[in-house]
């Protein structure tokens, strides 16, 4: 199951694990796109099911549940939001978006993986939790999204201590030309960071290799880094 998977790096690791043999769930909240999407997975010869929906809403993580069919290897958590845009300084963080950033980030999914956990535990599957870079910098503007990341980072740590039939990894992706990058950077030309293709053989050597749980950034796994 991955979320998020209508665009940026969530297309491109649902896309990259279908070629892997993965058969899929995805979601995102614009059913149009995701549909597009599973359409050129299904084109390609993969396996999806899209259920459209808000991660952070109890009825649509039930739905996500209830697609699956008995069981689960794989759960990347990659829905996420940057938060208030342009980003602003804590000071002048208006508290119902900082409380909008934590519902996605952080509560989202970490009710997500206690809805599937069971099917996880299981399989001996695992987690992927997508985190950032501004989870452990202090980036001026990035308060806001870095404490939910860094929220996120933690619960994932904790998980990882108390789940050890399954993996849990939460990565840092690093820095992908995607709508939320150009979202937090406006006006910017960001055509020099990589596209999120770039870093999924990255992502794909967790699972294929079943490394440890654990923090990873998207840098050191590519096989070039090695
Ligand atoms: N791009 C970077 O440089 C970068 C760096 C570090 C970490 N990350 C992390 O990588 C992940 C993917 O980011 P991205 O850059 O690919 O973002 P993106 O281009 O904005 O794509 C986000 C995806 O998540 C979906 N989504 C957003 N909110 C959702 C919700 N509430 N429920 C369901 N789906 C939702 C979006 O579709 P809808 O809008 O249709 O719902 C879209 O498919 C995020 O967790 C982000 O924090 C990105």
């Avoid at 010869?45 to 794989?74: E, I, N, Q, S």
């Avoid at 997508?130 to 980036?139: F, G, N, P, R």
């Amino acid at each position: 199951m991955v979320t998020g998977a209508s665009r940026g790096l969530g297309r491109a690791l649902a896309t990259g694990l279908a070629r892997e043999g993965y058969d899929l769930i995805i979601d995102a909240r614009n059913a149009a796109a995701l549909e597009a999407v599973a359409g050129q997975i299904r084109a390609a010869g993969g396996h999806v099911t899209a259920v459209a929906g808000d991660v952070t809403d109890p009825a649509h993580r039930a739905a996500l549940l209830a697609a699956c069919p008995g069981r689960l290897d794989l759960l990347v958590n990659n829905a996420g939001t940057l938060g208030a845009s342009p980003l602003p300084a804590l000071a002048d963080y208006p508290p119902g978006e900082l409380r909008a950033a934590f519902e996605a980030n952080v509560i989202a999914p970490i009710a997500l993986i206690q809805l599937l956990l069971p099917m996880l535990r299981a399989r001996g599957g695992a987690v992927l939790n997508i985190t950032s870079d501004a989870a452990v910098e202090a980036y001026a503007g990035w308060g806001g999204y870095g404490a939910a990341k860094a929220a996120l980072e933690q619960a994932s740590n904790v998980l990882a201590a108390e789940e050890l039939a399954i993996r849990v990894w939460w990565a840092d992706p690093g820095d992908l030309r995607t709508d939320m990058h150009q979202l937090a950077f406006p006006g910017e030309d960001i055509s020099d960071r990589p596209l999120p293709e770039a870093i999924v053989p990255a992502f794909l050597r967790l699972v294929t290799e079943r490394l440890p749980s654990g923090r990873y950034r998207a840098a050191h796994l590519l096989p070039a880094a090695r």
